[in-house]
């Protein structure tokens, strides 16, 4: 039997058993996934640090510069080059001392246009309108009295306007003083040694005396004499300490400053030979 050709038939390709194995792709499964999925949760905002700045060096705090007060001295009478309204008056030395412990002699114009505006004191000598009246000066309601307008003072603008006319004023009140202080005995005590509040002695003096008047009045002068005096173991209140200090200021700060009446025809002044006898100057109104 002839021999046929032998037709061989190509072999069919060979699937891997795991491709085999697979199940058909029935679904998508990306709904299922995402049913089955919970919802994300966001995560809470990371804090950023803050960025510390770097300490800045600082030098110690500048010291603050003191404060100095400047003393002003009391200025003394020759210190003027010129002729002054007080120097041709009786007891120059003394104004001039009054005038520097009311501390007028450091203003302008030797304080002659000095006004107190707390106290309403006025001039060189710090007049308060109890003694413009003492003086016969100042009527109660507070006007300028003829004797005030012989001098050139009608009010308060003129008065301190004028030097003449406040050195007049400055007469004729220390003479009331010592008018007030004869008659009421204290002037008898001139040249008696006093023990002060500290414990010290003092040897009184008719100018003391009078400025002491001047700065607190005779009555409380007379105070302070009985006190020290009679019953220097007395208890004091506040007030009476501060009063009685303030003479003792006086009594001290012019012990040593000389001091002619300014009384006319005074039993000082003849005795004494002071220069307001001896060369007859008038006296303004107003002094007894």
Same mark, same amino acid.
């Given at each position: 039997? /002839?021999?046929?050709?032998?037709?061989?038939?190509?072999?069919?390709?060979?699937?891997?058993?795991?491709?085999?194995?697979?199940?058909?792709?029935?679904?998508? &499964?990306?709904?299922?996934?995402?049913?089955?999925?919970?919802?994300?949760?966001?995560?809470?905002?990371?804090?950023?640090?803050?960025? *510390?700045?770097?300490?800045?060096?600082?030098?110690? $705090?500048?010291?603050?510069?003191?404060?100095?007060?400047?003393?002003?001295?009391?200025?003394?009478?020759?210190?003027?080059?010129?002729?002054?309204?007080?120097?041709?008056?009786?007891?120059? #030395? &003394?104004?001039?001392?009054?005038?520097?412990?009311?501390?007028?002699? !450091?203003?302008?114009?030797?304080?002659?246009?000095?006004?107190?505006?707390?106290?309403?004191?006025?001039?060189?000598?710090? =007049?308060?309108?109890?003694?413009?009246?003492?003086?016969?000066?100042?009527? $109660?309601?507070?006007?300028?009295?003829?004797?005030?307008?012989?001098?050139?003072?009608? #009010?308060?603008?003129? =008065?301190?306007?004028?030097?003449?006319?406040? !050195?007049?004023?400055?007469?004729?009140?220390?003479?009331?003083? !010592?008018?007030?202080? #004869?008659?009421?005995?204290?002037?008898?005590?001139?040249?008696?040694?006093?023990?002060?509040?500290?414990?010290?002695?003092?040897?009184?003096?008719?100018?003391?005396? *009078?400025?002491?008047?001047?700065? @607190?009045?005779?009555?409380?002068?007379?105070?302070?004499?009985?006190?020290?005096?009679?019953?220097?173991?007395?208890?004091?209140?506040?007030?009476?300490?501060?009063? =009685?200090?303030?003479? !003792?200021?006086?009594?001290?700060? =012019?012990?040593?400053?000389?001091?002619?009446?300014?009384? /006319?025809?005074?039993?000082?002044?003849?005795? @004494?030979?002071?220069?307001?006898?001896?060369?007859?100057?008038?006296?303004?109104?107003?002094?007894?």
């Amino acid at each position: 039997m /002839p021999n046929r050709p032998v037709t061989r038939q190509a072999a069919a390709p060979t699937t891997p058993a795991a491709e085999r194995a697979r199940a058909p792709k029935h679904r998508d &499964f990306k709904p299922a996934l995402a049913r089955a999925t919970p919802a994300a949760t966001p995560s809470p905002a990371r804090s950023v640090p803050a960025t *510390v700045q770097p300490a800045v060096a600082r030098g110690p $705090a500048p010291t603050a510069t003191p404060v100095i007060a400047r003393v002003v001295e009391p200025r003394p009478a020759s210190a003027h080059a010129g002729p002054t309204a007080w120097s041709s008056q009786a007891n120059a #030395d &003394f104004r001039e001392r009054i005038a520097q412990a009311e501390r007028s002699a !450091e203003h302008a114009q030797d304080g002659y246009g000095l006004r107190n505006p707390s106290s309403g004191a006025l001039g060189r000598y710090q =007049f308060v309108p109890m003694a413009l009246r003492d003086i016969g000066w100042m009527d $109660a309601d507070g006007g300028w009295t003829a004797a005030a307008a012989r001098q050139g003072v009608t #009010d308060e603008e003129s =008065f301190l306007a004028n030097p003449a006319a406040q !050195e007049a004023a400055m007469t004729a009140f220390l003479a009331r003083q !010592e008018t007030i202080l #004869d008659r009421g005995g204290s002037l008898a005590a001139v040249g008696e040694n006093i023990t002060l509040m500290d414990g010290s002695s003092l040897t009184l003096t008719e100018g003391a005396m *009078v400025a002491a008047a001047h700065r @607190r009045g005779a009555g409380t002068l007379a105070r302070y004499l009985a006190h020290r005096q009679n019953t220097p173991q007395a208890p004091l209140t506040g007030s009476q300490r501060a009063a =009685f200090e303030s003479v !003792e200021a006086r009594l001290r700060g =012019f012990a040593d400053i000389a001091y002619v009446s300014e009384r /006319p025809a005074s039993r000082l002044m003849a005795r @004494r030979g002071g220069p307001a006898a001896a060369q007859g100057r008038p006296r303004p109104d107003g002094i007894i």
